[in-house]
């Protein structure tokens, strides 16, 4: 049953209209060994920081904080890498390197677009694999 429950997680309901895939747990459930109980816990403990995140970075942003921009948007690289959100890692890239320059409409533009994307995933997340 576990093992079903996987590969469903793994290559179906990971999948976003285009056939890209807006996260993958192969890395976190590899992790665990395949205990789901485990990879539930971690996403609902993932899934709260990421609002709080993204959150802290528009209020950040609307203080003109760059560098607090800058370093937030860096510690959420990890937990996306291990998430498989390569879409959302490459836009906090962006996000990263826009408050360096303390760009002001690339940032608006790229942290609505992140909010956006983290709601998403939060909300697919919790759908597709927690309430599961």
Do not use: W
């Not at 997680?9 to 060994?33: F, P, R």
């Not at 205990?35 to 403990?45: E, F, P, R, S």
């Not at 899934?47 to 904080?65: A, G, H, W, Y």
Request: glycine residues 4%; charged residues 25%; neutral net charge.
């Amino acid at each position: 049953m576990r093992y079903r429950l996987y590969i469903r997680i793994v290559m179906e309901s990971i999948m976003t209209e285009n056939g890209d895939k807006i996260y993958d747990l192969t890395a976190l459930i590899d992790m665990y060994s395949g205990n789901m109980d485990n990879v539930k816990g971690t996403l609902v403990i993932f899934i709260d920081q990421m609002r709080k995140d993204v959150t802290m970075l528009k209020q950040k942003f609307s203080e003109n904080d760059f560098p607090s921009v800058k370093a937030f948007a860096h510690r959420m690289k990890p937990n996306l890498k291990l998430f498989g959100m390569n879409e959302m890692h490459l836009l906090v890239l962006d996000i990263e390197q826009a408050a360096l320059q303390s760009d002001r409409n690339a940032l608006d533009i790229q942290l609505n677009r992140l909010y956006i994307l983290a709601e998403t995933v939060c909300a697919r997340m919790q759908k597709e694999v927690i309430d599961n």
